[in-house]
């Protein structure tokens, strides 16, 4: 184990905003141990207070799905990857054709730009946020992620209806489990692909990973990993991509594996 690579929503944070005492303190000991520590999310670079706050991780996050990665240190982009203009358009009216009232939202290296419609109370947006119709000039603060929500129905019923016409166009998944709400990035980009390539700058290996993860978002790295663990709490999408399950998040699953991972290398 030379690196932990970790998803944070539902994987070692919960809807509280709070990481527990056990999960912080194991990944102190990774760190302590020599353990790379990389962070690897769906939210943006302006919604990481927790891993600052509460653990203490000054390193490198993999954000937006894998579209960017951000220096927590130094608090700036590294790397990102974004989707033209024509591409948002072309997604936007196909899943406008496909089911009624779908809303629309773009998070951008600028900000988060959100149209009339896609807020309610259960979609309520966190932090700074711009509400105005969608246009052209939003690509120009470089477009990372497109967000589809409809009111009413599941996330995986919205995602099975939409995914077979977008495949071509854009990487699509989700990881919101209480909203029928898409998660869309460039073509060919995910957790995995940029997780990989930070791992090999690093001169790690895909065996030398230990990766945890809970939802569909995390799929392609839960797969990528060496030991690639699901949470038990998680989507069955993760669990069936997974070799390796973890306890759920409620019993601290993460530092559980991870505690028993640093005690088996300080007998090897």
Same mark, same amino acid.
Request: with cysteine; charged share 20%.
């Given at each position: 184990?030379?690196?932990? #690579? ?5 994987? *070692? ?5 709070? *990481? ?24 943006? %670079? ?8 509460? *653990? ?12 960017? !990665? ?29 089911? %009624?009232? %779908? ?29 105005? &119709?969608?246009? %052209? ?27 077979? !016409? ?10 919101? &489990? ?27 290996? #895909? #065996? ?16 990528? #990993? ?9 989507? &069955? ?32």
């Amino acid at each position: 184990m030379r690196l932990i #690579a970790s998803d944070i929503d539902g994987t *070692i944070l919960g809807h509280d905003g709070k *990481i527990s005492d056990r999960t912080v303190e194991a990944f102190a000991a990774a760190a302590e141990a020599g353990v790379e520590i990389v962070f690897v999310t769906g939210r943006p %670079p302006r919604w990481l207070e927790p891993i600052r706050e509460q *653990i203490g991780h000054s390193g490198m996050v993999i954000c937006s799905n894998g579209a960017v !990665s951000y220096d927590l240190a130094a608090e700036k982009v590294t790397e990102s990857h974004v989707l033209d203009w024509e591409t948002v358009m072309a997604v936007r009216g196909i899943i406008t054709a496909l089911t %009624p009232e %779908p809303y629309f939202a773009l998070e951008s290296l600028l900000g988060f730009h959100v149209e009339e419609g896609f807020l309610s109370a259960r979609t309520a947006a966190s932090g700074t946020y711009y509400p105005s &119709p969608l246009a %052209p000039e939003m690509a120009k603060g470089g477009i990372v992620k497109m967000l589809s929500v409809v009111h009413s129905g599941t996330a995986d019923e919205f995602l099975n209806l939409v995914s077979p !016409s977008l495949s071509s166009l854009i990487a699509v998944t989700h990881s919101a &489990p209480d909203l029928a709400m898409l998660e869309m990035g460039p073509l060919g980009v995910n957790k995995a692909v940029t997780l990989a390539k930070y791992a090999a700058s690093k001169g790690i290996d #895909a #065996a030398d990973v230990v990766a945890f993860g809970d939802m569909p978002n995390d799929i392609e790295m839960l797969a990528w #990993a060496g030991a690639g663990y699901a949470m038990a709490s998680g989507h &069955p999408d993760a669990l069936a991509a997974a070799a390796l399950r973890a306890p759920r998040f409620e019993s601290d699953g993460v530092a559980q594996v991870i505690e028993s991972r640093l005690a088996a290398l300080r007998l090897s």
